[in-house]
């Protein structure tokens, strides 16, 4: 039996305890509700718009850590705005062993723990900023609740967060999922090794680790996240996702090619589980100079993010890359991720009237003289810090890219170089670390891209 709201509704479970009853959907309601679930009773329960953000650590990254955590956390109390952070076994660890208890978690239903809480300077201190930043605006904005689950884990690869069966599906990455994964050469180097530094010791003293056929369990052991996560909470209604990830696949040439497949695979998989096609708002990967981190192909992925804008519906991005820390991968500005991310939600999945995106290039055309890339959310096309256009850069028969000379004429940026006629492509932000400044009037920038031109 279940109660909510003036509504109840009977159904019988099965032989194993299982059962499901769905409720008419509700407006929004601020007001504090009680739901009964046979002899349990819920109190302060509210109706509104719930979140999922995933990923990794950089969506994993405690408000405490952000930027602005001295003067945010003080004023973090907002009874409408509703946080569950989904801690988990090892965090933490990184690169140390686990301990007993860790090692007795690494199970589906034991994996996660964690529940609802009002926000509070106390229960906003470790949860996810881009999650808090995204979720305040919307509650702002909607003069609705709003709820956001966090249950990103540091360091995880995107396979660990697909299911078996769709990672089996696909003939270029069904051999994730064969053999034990601590030894299996179509994962990343890294992950695998992180998985021996955590599991070795136990394993090696002969002890227990849960398991099945793909190895000993861990965070990042294909499909397991997503069975111990999102698995978990459908098919309770969402209205969409957040996602943070990618540092994991961006490690080697292969791998950022194999993401190509993996982040579609990833978003189709998810949609069928809930059966509707959710809104996925994904964050592109930020920058960082390769002296103390393996960016060396993060400009090629950050083009691959952005080009599943095309290729995917219903997905939006945010771009990151401005706020980027030369030798840090955690850049501690959150809120304007946040903020990026909240504006793409409500311009489209709550169709208020606001611009989402930075400027998207369109089409480049190209003659002797100069080459001219025409974009759109270009309104009041400027520079986001008053100097003069940074990051184009072109190239000619040869291949070879020349820094450019850029200048904005409307909702066009037309470059030239000395030595490059006829282009015949044209880049931007093409580092691992840019200084690329082009924004648009509302202040959010221009994605990495690289474009042929055409004449």
């Known amino acids: 039996m279940v109660e ?16 499901k009853l769905e ?35 950089n969506m994993e990254f405690p408000l405490q850590n952000e930027i602005s955590a001295t003067t945010e956390l003080p004023e973090a109390t907002n009874s409408a705005l509703r946080l569950m ?29 964690g529940s609802w809480q009002i926000c509070s300077p106390a229960s906003a201190k470790p949860f996810s900023a881009v999650g808090y930043f995204f979720g305040k605006e919307l509650l702002q904005k909607l003069q609705v609740p709003v709820g956001i689950i966090n249950c990103s884990v540091g360091g995880s690869p995107t396979e660990a967060w697909i299911s078996r069966s769709a990672l089996a599906s696909n003939p270029d990455l069904s051999p994730m999922v064969h053999g034990n994964w601590l030894t299996n050469s179509s994962l990343d180097d890294w992950c695998r090794q992180r998985g021996h530094e955590n599991l070795d010791a136990t394993l090696k003293a002969g002890l227990p680790v849960p398991e099945d056929d793909l190895g000993p369990n861990h965070s990042f052991k294909p499909a397991f996240l997503w069975e111990a996560g999102p698995a978990r909470l459908a098919p309770f209604a969402i209205c969409g996702v957040l996602w943070y990830q990618g540092e994991s696949n961006s490690l080697e040439e292969r791998r950022v090619r194999q993401h190509g497949e993996l982040f579609p695979l990833l978003v189709e998989s998810w949609r069928k589980t809930w059966s509707q096609n959710l809104p996925f708002l994904y964050c592109q990967l930020s920058s960082i100079r390769t002296n103390h981190y393996q960016s060396k ?25 401005d706020i980027g820390l030369m030798d840090n991968v955690h850049p501690r500005d959150k809120h304007d991720v946040g903020h990026r991310l909240a504006v793409w939600a409500l311009a489209n999945t ?93 202040d959010l920038p221009a994605s990495t891209f690289e474009m042929k031109t055409t004449h």
């Open 4 to 19: 909510f709201a003036g509504r109840k509704k009977t159904v019988p479970a099965d032989a194993q305890g299982a059962w």
């Open 23 to 57: 409720l008419p959907a509700m407006r929004a309601s601020f007001e504090p509700r009680i739901l009964r679930i046979a002899d349990k009773t819920f109190t302060n329960v509210l109706v509104g718009e719930v979140w999922l953000a995933a990923g990794q650590s």
């Open 85 to 113: 952070n989904c801690s988990f076994a090892g965090q933490y660890f990184f690169s140390k062993p686990f301990g007993p208890d860790e090692i007795a978690r690494q199970t589906v239903e034991r994996f996660y723990s």
């Open 297 to 321: 192909f993060w400009p090629g992925f950050r083009d691959q993010q952005r080009r599943f804008l095309d290729t995917i519906p219903n997905t939006g991005m945010a771009v990151t890359s």
């Open 350 to 442: 709550y169709h208020q009237p606001l611009e989402y995106s930075g400027p998207t290039p369109q089409s480049v055309v190209s003659d002797a003289q100069k080459t001219i890339v025409h974009f759109k959310h270009a309104k009041g096309l400027k520079t986001g810090d008053g100097q003069p256009l940074r990051g184009f850069e072109i190239a000619g028969v040869d291949g070879v890219y020349h820094a450019a000379s850029a200048k904005i004429e409307g909702d066009k940026i037309v470059l030239a170089a000395d030595n490059v006629s006829n282009a015949v492509s044209v880049r931007y932000g093409w580092q691992p670390f840019t200084d690329a400044n082009l924004v648009n009037a509302d």
